[in-house]
């Protein structure tokens, strides 16, 4: 699925029957842990393959980034104003008063997914594994700026 | 995606180089939470829609399908032995003491996705929305009988 279709399921979603418009702070907060927890879990196997401290395995590859392209594009909505707390949290109130700089990280993250997804496609394994290199980049780069060590409430 | 290769992706990623063999049971616990919250954030406007609660939108629904479809193989394995505490849950004893039953329920529900691939395909919406809503009863079976309603640890 390709970036802009994605863009676009989340504002068809945030338009849709008012469903985001009910929806809680702690609803929120829950769903983008769920989404960055299911896309590490994803990740995780493809940078221990890029950093060769796991055998190479396309097959793992090529449906892992599926997975990974599908959800980059999905916490974003879910850090909106409204929702800096109501639930524990690791997300640094830097993410609303940095708002311009945390939106620059995010979309680095969907590039950085948008090229590894044309990287598999073409199939070099070294080409690839520097996609995913740069992937694993622009996670680290948003995390070490606005991810918290703990949990706050 | 379909579901065979949902199924082999989730062996593959099991199979790879010890990754979930290092796994924590709560590490398990929060993946298929995440899992299960990410699908069901999907499926809740569709759900609306099939009720006639909202305004039935194509897009959302071949979006948020195309989320369900992959989504709905991942959880199963982070359900194995060994999985049944180790964190807040709600998942019921009886997913691993009735475990037959369990399989036999994430298995329509796996069947009951593809049929719902399958409708949205076609793009006709009554077909769309009576797959909705059989997508929607092999999840509320199974949580009936193997969901809490109440986090345990």
Known sequence: MKLKQLSLAAVALALTSGVLAQVKPEDEIRYRQS???VTGRAFGPMAAMAQDKAPYNKDVVVKNTAVIEMMIGMPWASFAAGTEKGAPTKADMKVWSEGAKFKEGAEKAQKAVAALGTAVKGGDEKTIKAAIGDVGKTC???HDD???KEFRN
Chains 1, 2 share one sequence.
Do not use: H
């Open 35 to 37: 989404v960055m927890n």
């Open 140 to 142: 680290k780069g948003c």
């Open 146 to 148: 606005f991810r918290l």
